[in-house]
């Protein structure tokens, strides 16, 4: 069964420090991966697609088929960064909903 | 810019009522979703749908059920609220496929008594 697992309930770190928001997923075919932020007091909101290999808010994610990985990595925190992060899987090809991880909310310590 | 409207930001209503949350979408989207957002257990899907009058069972329907009559709304009902459906509702809405990318309402918090 496809499954995405976050096993950080809370990540702390200093402003300026580096971060890591981890996940793993469980899926036999070929995976899409995305990361899901919802900020306080907003809505829950599209940060960033494996696919796009793009970076957002200094943000990136690198898909690790080998280690069926997915973190979310970001040189030097911010204050603003902190939220809840959500990974997600595309649970299957064309039209199917994604599944969704436990989530890991990130505080950045000024 | 995606509008999802819930109607409701909070209810609070008694255990055994029929209860009905409701979530409209303004850009034509075919793709409607309700989740539920548990501290600790993330977003669980409840009911989807991807045309009117079409719905599809999530990961938890038991005791829920969904209308679709039009395209731009898709509407969540506890058919008889209990104490455990005490949660954060989220309705969600994409274009696909794929759904990639998902449109959230800013949720309707439920408290049944």
């Known amino acids: 069964a496809q499954r995405v697992t976050q096993p950080e309930k809370l990540l702390s770190v200093f402003k300026g420090a580096p971060v890591e928001l981890k996940c793993n997923y469980s899926?036999?075919?070929?995976?899409?991966l995305f990361w899901y932020v919802q900020y306080s007091r907003q809505r829950l909101q599209l940060l960033l697609r494996h696919i796009s290999r793009e970076s957002i808010k200094g943000f990136t994610a690198d898909l690790n088929k080998g280690e069926t990985s997915f973190h979310l990595k970001k040189p030097f925190a911010q204050e603003e960064d902190s939220a809840m992060y959500y990974c997600a899987l595309n649970r299957g090809s064309g039209n199917t909903p994604l599944v969704f991880g436990k989530g890991t909310r990130l505080s950045v310590i000024a | 810019d995606v509008k999802v409207t819930q109607s409701s930001r909070y209810l609070v209503k008694r255990t055994g009522e029929k209860v009905f949350l409701e979530c409209v979408q303004d850009m034509d989207h075919e793709n409607m979703f309700w989740y539920r957002q548990d501290p600790g257990l993330g977003l669980r899907l409840i009911y989807f749908s991807y045309d009117v009058k079409m719905k599809e069972k999530g990961d938890i329907p038991e005791g829920y059920s969904v209308s679709r009559e039009k395209k731009e709304r898709f509407s969540l009902i506890l058919e008889s609220a209990s104490t455990n459906q005490t949660s954060m509702y989220l309705c969600?809405?994409?274009?696909?496929?794929?759904?990639?990318?998902?449109?959230f309402g800013s949720g309707t918090q439920l408290s049944v008594l």
């Open positions: 969600a809405s994409s274009t696909g496929p794929p759904n990639e990318k998902l449109f």
């Open positions: 899926y036999s075919g070929s995976p899409e």
